[in-house]
C-alpha cells in the first residue's frame, strides 16, 4: 500500500462507503460513457454544430474531473477535493442542460455518471466533514 492509500485508508469514512475495489471497474465504465459523448460534443464543436458555450461545461468537467485525484491523493486535501467534486457536479448537470437541445442522447448516457458523482459527492462531503479537524 502507497502513502496515498495508507492515508485515505486511514480516513473516518462513513458506513456506506462503498469498498475501495469498486471504483475502478466503475470510473472505467463512467471513463468510456464519458469518452464517447464528450468526443462527439467535440466533434459537434468542429463542425460548427454547436457553439462554444454548450462545448464549456464539458471542458471543465473534464479539467475538474481530472483534477480531484491529485487534490484527494497528491495534496491529500479533503477539502479542496470536496470543492472540487461539487464544482464536477455541477458542470456535469450544466453540460447535460446545455447539450440536451443538440444531441438528447449525450445527456441521457451522462446519467450513470450524474449518479456517481452524486454519490461520490455526498460521500467526499461526508468525508471531509467526518475527518474536519
Known sequence: MNEAQSWYSQL???TWSPPSWLFGPVWTFLYAL???SF?????????KQ???LVVLP???NLIFNFSFTPLQFGLK?????AIDIVLVLATLIWAMVAIYPHARWISYIQIP????VAFATALQLTITYLNWK
Open 77 to 81: 486535501n479533503n477539502l479542496l477535493s
Open 39 to 47: 468526443a462527439k460534443v467535440f466533434l459537434m464543436f468542429v463542425k
Open 113 to 116: 455518471y450524474l449518479l456517481w
Open 58 to 60: 464539458f471542458v471543465l
Open 50 to 52: 454547436i457553439p462554444f
Open 12 to 14: 473516518i469514512k462513513p
Open 34 to 36: 464519458i469518452a464517447i
